[in-house]
């Protein structure tokens, strides 16, 4: 099957086929149809399987034909993060160059006065996240009743990040009679639910079992001590050959602490977490894509909606708290048919978070060994050799002692004689004499030097020498 076969237009079959592309995936396939005969669409597909085209590609043949107006667009795409959302603009800018389509991309991080213009300008497709949607909206600053489209996408997120009640009050907001789409990756009971609810006799596909992994990647879980995660990481990023690898650690601090060592033992890493701002994400995520750094340190906020072609490695530094995220972090490599690895850490305290990643996939993770080692490891040194390095230095040893044993011993013998031969009346003489000699130094002490502390009232100036004049008796 061909994109063609698809029932798109030649202006979008055009641009699909400059973009590389030829066959379309299996959501593609299934889903493109049905959106363009304006059906409402739930979609479950794991992430690297082509989700967004699935919905981009027919939206821009639907809103070919219609009119812009200020403050209104004519559809809506929702996304739990910045990242997801600029991927799904960079989808509609590249396959959307040969209609006459405007965009806006409203997302948090960046001024606001550009967003509202492009607003007030019309826009057929706005991709914007909830907590932006909801500032402009009661800003009045934008209205919802020209929504003619909606799309959910990454569902399963939007409820983790708990955006669930903004995007019933945006639902609320929206035309009854419009088209809707769902897509996520799982289907928990709160997402089945939301689809009941805004969604009309939608059509159900579902191209791989909920929380599935991808077939195309090949996953290990690595039992380590917690201290020795960072010497282990640094050994399969230098002997897995990787090609370009993103991390994944739980915490924002751990981030910023993997990448710091990464770069000290020389490694080309950058990181992306939650405190950093939009600009300084977008540039460390073009770095990457450019292949300036190598290794991308990361937490969850950038799990989702990372679609960079040629990441070979995957790393979870921690095993993911949400089972769920372990599916979107891995699905980060592997992605378009191409392979990918995958590393999970496990420490003592992962036990029960691995547990429950096993049990949402429903299938256990095999522990990483010797046979899966890419690289020849270094056989052991013989017995033989060993043996004879060890006796280099223990003749050696040997030879010391005995050097020095005779000398010592021809010294040490006339100490002992001096000692025996000096009488013990010599060292009352010797005391004595240490005493006067203190005795005569002690008023050079007093001019030269600072007296010591005394109490509060006395005398505390330099003492004068005719204060040691007495009168005898």
């Known amino acids: 099957m061909t994109f063609a076969d698809l029932g798109l237009s030649e202006e979008l079959l055009k641009a699909v086929t400059d973009a590389g592309y030829s066959e379309p995936t299996a959501i593609q396939a299934e889903a493109i149809p049905p959106v363009l005969m304006m059906k409402d669409i739930i979609g479950i597909a794991q992430t690297g399987t082509g989700k967004t085209a699935s919905f981009v590609l027919p939206m821009i043949d639907i809103l070919a034909n219609g009119r812009r107006r200020a403050l209104m667009p004519r559809s809506l795409i929702l996304e739990p993060t910045r990242e997801l959302a600029a991927q799904v603009a960079e989808n509609f800018e590249k396959y959307g160059k040969n209609h006459d389509l405007k965009m806006a991309l409203l997302i948090g991080g960046v001024q606001m006065g550009d967003q509202v213009k ?18 402009l909206f009661e800003r009045g600053k934008i209205l919802l009743t020209g ?31 419009r088209q809707t789409m769902l897509f996520s990756a799982t289907m928990p009971p709160p997402i089945e ?12 596909i579902e191209v791989s079992r ?21 010497e282990t990481l640094r050994w399969l990023l230098r002997n897995d050959l990787v090609e370009t ?28 977490h939650g405190d950093m701002d939009q600009s300084s994400r977008l540039k460390e995520l073009a770095r990457f894509k450019a292949g300036e750094v190598t290794i991308l340190v990361a937490s969850d906020v950038a799990a989702r909606g990372l679609d960079i072609k040629g990441v070979s490695h995957v790393f979870n530094f921690d095993t993911p708290w949400h089972p769920d995220d372990y599916v979107h972090r891995i699905g980060r490599t592997g992605r ?66 005995e050097e020095r044993s005779v000398e010592p011993r021809e010294e040490r013998a006339p100490r002992r004689d001096r000692e025996e031969r000096k009488p013990r009346a010599e060292r009352p003489a010797r005391e004595a004499r240490s005493e006067r000699e203190d005795r005569a130094d002690r008023p050079r002490r007093y001019r030269d030097e600072d007296d010591a502390p005394v109490p509060a009232g006395e005398w505390n100036g330099p003492k004068p020498g005719f204060l040691d004049v007495g009168f005898g008796g």
């Open 245 to 272: 690898a993103i991390i994944f650690a739980n915490r924002k601090t751990t981030v910023r602490e993997i990448n710091k060592s990464l770069q000290s033992h020389g490694f080309a890493s950058s990181e992306i």
């Open 193 to 204: 639910k939301l689809a009941k609810k805004f969604l009309s006799n939608p059509k159900r």
């Open 147 to 177: 929504c003619e489209l909606l799309v959910i996408d990454e569902a399963d997120r939007m409820l983790d990040m708990g955006f669930i009640p903004d995007i019933e009050f945006i639902c609320s907001m929206l035309p009854e009679t």
């Open 336 to 401: 378009a048919g191409a392979k990918g690895r995958a590393f999970t850490f496990v420490s003592e305290e992962d036990a029960e978070a691995i547990a429950n990643v096993e049990k949402l996939t429903g299938a256990e993770i095999p522990v990483f060994g010797k046979k899966d080692v890419r690289v020849e490891l270094t056989p052991e040194p013989e017995a033989e050799p060993e043996a004879a390095v060890e006796e280099k230095p223990r003749r050696a040893r040997r030879e010391r002692p």
């Open 210 to 230: 909920a929380a599935s992994t991808n077939a195309d990647i090949t996953a290990f879980k690595v039992p380590v001590k917690a201290r020795a995660k960072r």
């Open 118 to 135: 492009a607003l007030s300008d019309g826009v057929d497709v706005l991709i914007a996240t909830p907590g932006r949607l909801m500032d």
